[in-house]
């Protein structure tokens, strides 16, 4: 099992910058690649970032390229979201994401519980 806990949210303004973690603890080596998601309100839950288990690939949405990195820490089982330039279009709950290895397969379906990002104008 892999447990995943965010933090690093909060109340920032337009143009503003905030840096997300995300703590990995459990089975961590089975982890194959994380990424963030975000939900806003009423709208359902979109990926905004991934990151490989070595870090090498990333891959983003268009909405953030540019402004949102990704990054880890393996020694630390962290995976963090460097979010700059924030437009109150960034406002959302943002959650952690790990792709598991689980009986020869890979699961998507580990998820931490979400920090909130308010972005205001």
């Known amino acids: 099992q892999v447990q995943l806990v965010e933090s690093g949210g909060g109340l920032v303004q337009d143009g503003g910058s905030l840096r997300l973690s995300c703590t990995a603890s459990?089975?961590?080596?089975?982890?194959?690649?994380s990424g963030w998601y975000r939900q806003a309100p009423g709208k359902a839950r979109e990926r905004v970032a991934g990151i490989s288990r070595n870090g090498n690939i990333t891959s983003y949405a268009d909405s953030v390229k540019g402004r949102f990195t990704i990054s880890r820490d393996m020694d630390k089982n962290m995976v963090y979201l460097q979010m700059n330039s924030l437009k109150p279009e960034d406002t959302g709950v943002y959650y952690c994401?790990?792709?598991?290895?689980?009986?020869?397969?890979?699961?998507?379906?580990?998820w931490g519980k979400g920090t909130l990002v308010t972005v205001s104008e």
């Open positions: 994401n790990a792709v598991v290895w689980k009986d020869g397969a890979l699961s998507n379906d580990y």
């Open positions: 459990g089975s961590t080596s089975s982890i194959n690649a």
